[in-house]
């Protein structure tokens, strides 16, 4: 072993932490872990679970070289505590030390910034039980293999004892830890690990780790033997140019940390496609919740790009900043000093003529009352997440399987995330279960100012399902309407209408999208309710229901204008007498819904519309509360729902 691996081992084993509750020395570890950032500690959520699932709010503690602290869990990506086995994805929790950070100063690792999983040669790190009192263990281990999104596979042939369960794994040859330790093989060596890229599920927590961690880096702290990561990572040095060194990273990311974070995923996405010359990077793009996460796309395997490359990223988002009277004279000043540096004069113009691209330039008049009306999109025209409801056959209570699909608007739609349970959800345990899933998902397809549209396909009997009333965070920003039907065009589609549409659907739609005007058409209307009467209604008509559409005279209603190839429609989801005359409330929200229909210019305005309605309503604004418990089906047959045996590659959505 080299001089130079035993002192960034040293660090590694500085910052490793075991957790154990709080008591004597003599108290059993519950794993490992390690420092992230000041105060932060990263380590597998099933080290946690047993002793935290009952009282999250536990206090535990953080044991160390040179650390002995009470803690808490800050947050876990457990979705379900119940379930015997924590899923791969989920496997990891933040945990926070009580008091200031500066009550116990100890190392931070360096966390990798690459898209790329790792595989080849590592070090496993972390504690195991050992009398008198745990013990650090380092071992060699190899990453041969990679499982989903997130995981790892180590090799066989590696043996790590119980209670490193959480330990980071480091590279040796980049001097960054690339991931963590799940779990060892039943009765076999080798195990499980879950990449660092995973750290992104856990999102606002997420920046607000990583740029302490980046600001912690930048201050270049040194260890007692005066030793710190970036100084000890492989890579060029600052003579050798071009190239793009390990301590133009720090500083790099270190500027990044100190601006606002970046509005939305397709955003970061956008400006590092741009700094590579319009060139994609290899394989698929993960979670980009910080500007950090653009820098990491800019490598070819484990080695940077271009330092010029690097360069134009920083220009773009500096400008990018700077449009919103957030730019960085700092970030604005290293970049002519660093591109000064590099001798290659004539390819300087890559760095300084760099521009922002439009569709990242702010919109005009953001700030003033008017709304903008966003069209829903039709096939190639941008993004849609759809999320299936399938009931189980023979619950009951009703039980859902759900699944995930994304459709970036070209090409064929992916299935995103399918239910991995055995007997689906109840309807009150659907928000929880989707929580991560679809609301990351959600979260990272959202552009500024353009939140991806969302489809919830069901059957009729569950077209009352309040899905515009759901929401996935816990806490919201005072002005943030966290109700998924006032953040985004939230649509109902009918399930039973999966795969190849039908003529008279097809027909009714293509004369909808020609209409510039439109009425609404009570149903189930006055007198005879044959399918002859839903079929034939006029072109410019959208029903429009004052009682259930998954229940009684409602729901032979919806069933007799599917048949009749209506693709829109709006209703109440609320109680309605059964039998009798309309109440006069009835007669109100029809009247109501008259005069929304009036401003609308178009059909593909619909969703939106009614998004600003919903918006009004969670802002709490006179006169807006006739909408809150209204339904829209909105099911444009040119994009089907994908057929029940169709392979998911070849589905159409």
Not at 99 to 109: A, I, R, W
Not at 437 to 460: C, I, N, Y
Not at 606 to 617: A, E, G, S
Request: hydrophobic fraction near 35%; charged fraction near 30%; aromatic fraction near 6%.
């Amino acid at each position: 072993m080299n001089d130079r691996n035993e002192r960034l081992f040293a660090l590694v084993r500085a910052a490793t932490v075991h957790l154990l509750p709080t008591g004597g020395k003599d108290t059993p570890l519950w794993g490992s872990g390690f420092f992230v950032a000041p105060g932060w500690v990263l380590t597998a959520a099933h080290v946690l679970r047993p002793h935290l699932a009952t009282d999250d709010k536990a206090v535990f503690r953080v044991r160390g070289e040179d650390v002995d602290a009470e803690a808490r869990l800050a947050r876990w990506l457990i979705t379900d505590p119940r379930r015997p086995k924590v899923p791969l994805a989920e496997d990891l929790a933040l945990v926070r030390l009580t008091g200031e950070p500066d009550d116990h100063p100890h190392e931070c690792v360096w966390l990798t910034d690459r898209a790329a999983r790792h595989s080849g040669a590592l070090k496993a790190c972390g504690y195991f039980p050992g009398p008198p009192e745990a013990r650090f263990r380092m071992v060699d281990a190899e990453i041969n293999g990679h499982e989903d999104t997130y995981g790892l596979i180590i090799k066989p042939d590696i043996d790590f004892p119980s209670g490193m369960s959480g330990g980071p794994l480091l590279d040796p040859e980049t001097g960054a830890v690339v991931g963590l330790i799940k779990s060892r093989r039943k009765e076999q060596d080798g195990g499980k690990a879950v990449a660092i890229a995973a750290l992104r599920r856990f999102g606002a927590t997420y920046r607000t780790v990583m740029a302490a961690h980046d600001r912690w880096h930048g201050e270049e702290p040194m260890s007692e033997s005066g030793d710190n990561w970036i100084d000890l990572q492989h890579g060029p040095s600052a003579e050798q140019t071009p190239a793009w060194t390990p301590r133009d990273r720090r500083r790099a990311l270190d500027l990044l940390a100190a601006l606002p974070p970046p509005p939305d995923e397709p955003t970061v996405r956008l400006i590092a496609k741009e700094a590579r010359s319009g060139n994609q990077w290899a394989g698929g793009t993960p979670e980009l919740r910080t500007w950090r996460d653009g820098h990491g796309l800019l490598y070819e395997g484990t080695a940077p790009l271009d330092p010029l490359t690097f360069l134009r990223y920083l220009r773009l988002v500096e400008a990018h900043a700077g449009a919103r009277d957030a730019g960085s004279p700092l970030l604005a000043d290293w970049i002519g000093r660093r591109l000064r540096r590099d001798t290659r004069r004539p390819l300087h113009a890559l760095v300084r003529d760099v521009a922002l691209p439009d569709e990242l330039r702010p919109l005009p008049g953001g700030d003033g009352p008017e709304r903008i009306v966003i069209s829903y999109p039709g096939p190639g025209e941008g993004p849609v997440v759809a999320l299936l409801l399938d009931p189980v056959i023979g619950s009951q209570p009703v039980r859902f399987f759900w699944q995930i699909w994304y459709h970036d608007g070209d090409g064929l739609p992916e299935v995103h995330e399918t239910d991995g349970s055995i007997h689906g959800c109840r309807p009150d345990e659907l928000v929880q279960a989707l929580r991560v899933p679809l609301g990351g998902l959600l979260e990272s397809k959202d552009r500024e100012g353009h939140p991806v549209p969302l489809e919830v396909a069901l059957p009729t009997e569950h077209f009352d399902t309040a899905v515009h009333r759901w929401r996935f965070e816990d806490i919201a920003a005072l002005n943030d309407p966290g109700h998924l039907g006032a953040r985004r065009r939230l649509v109902l589609r009918a399930l039973e209408r999966r795969g190849d549409p039908d003529n008279v659907w097809l027909d009714r739609w293509q004369h909808m999208t020609g209409e510039r005007r439109f009425q609404g058409w009570r149903m189930p209307p006055p007198g005879a309710v044959d399918a002859v009467g839903y079929r034939d209604a006029e072109r410019d008509r959208i029903p429009v229901m004052c009682r259930p559409a998954g229940q009684g005279p409602g729901r032979v209603a919806m069933k007799r204008a599917l048949g009749g190839g209506h693709a829109v429609a709006l209703w109440h989801i609320g109680p309605h007498p059964e039998r009798g005359a309309c109440p006069p409330e009835c007669d109100t929200l029809h009247a109501r819904v008259e005069k929304f229909l009036e401003t609308l210019g178009s059909l593909s305005e619909l969703p939106d519309r009614l998004r600003h309605v919903r918006q009004d309503i969670s802002e709490q604004r006179a006169d807006s509360a006739w909408a809150e418990p209204l339904a829209l089906l909105y099911d444009d047959p040119r994009r089907p729902l994908p057929g029940e045996e169709t392979d998911p590659v070849d589905a159409p959505l």
